[in-house]
């Protein structure tokens, strides 16, 4: 039930951001145990073959704390519920 629900309200968060669709995904994938700045920004190159401005992983990030899909630890990215864990795999 609560795992539909946060499927539900990532899709809904993704409605007006189809462009990074595919970037938020493969962030919330890399940080769904926790993971630094470095490691999301990392795992979206890896994905897409190209070199993505600094700029630009620090926006996703910052917008998926926003929301609260993310919370920023201490300079580490983990979901903000620990079911998102298991949602994101």
């Given at each position: 039930?609560?795992?539909?629900?946060?499927?539900?309200?990532?899709?809904?968060?993704?409605?007006?951001?189809?462009?990074?669709?595919?970037?938020?995904?493969?962030?919330?994938?890399?940080?769904?145990?926790?993971?630094?700045?470095?490691?999301?920004?990392?795992?979206?190159?890896?994905?897409?073959?190209?070199?993505?401005?600094?700029?630009?992983?620090?926006?996703?990030?910052?917008?998926?704390?926003?929301?609260?899909?993310?919370?920023?630890?201490?300079?580490?990215?983990?979901?903000?519920?620990v079911i998102m864990e298991?949602?994101?795999?």
């Amino acid at each position: 039930m609560a795992s539909s629900l946060i499927r539900e309200e990532f899709h809904n968060f993704l409605k007006t951001r189809e462009e990074a669709k595919d970037r938020y995904y493969t962030i919330m994938r890399v940080c769904r145990k926790g993971c630094r700045w470095s490691e999301a920004k990392r795992a979206v190159e890896a994905k897409e073959g190209v070199r993505i401005a600094d700029k630009k992983i620090t926006q996703l990030l910052e917008n998926l704390v926003d929301v609260s899909f993310l919370a920023d630890e201490n300079d580490m990215y983990r979901p903000s519920d620990v079911i998102m864990e298991k949602v994101f795999q």
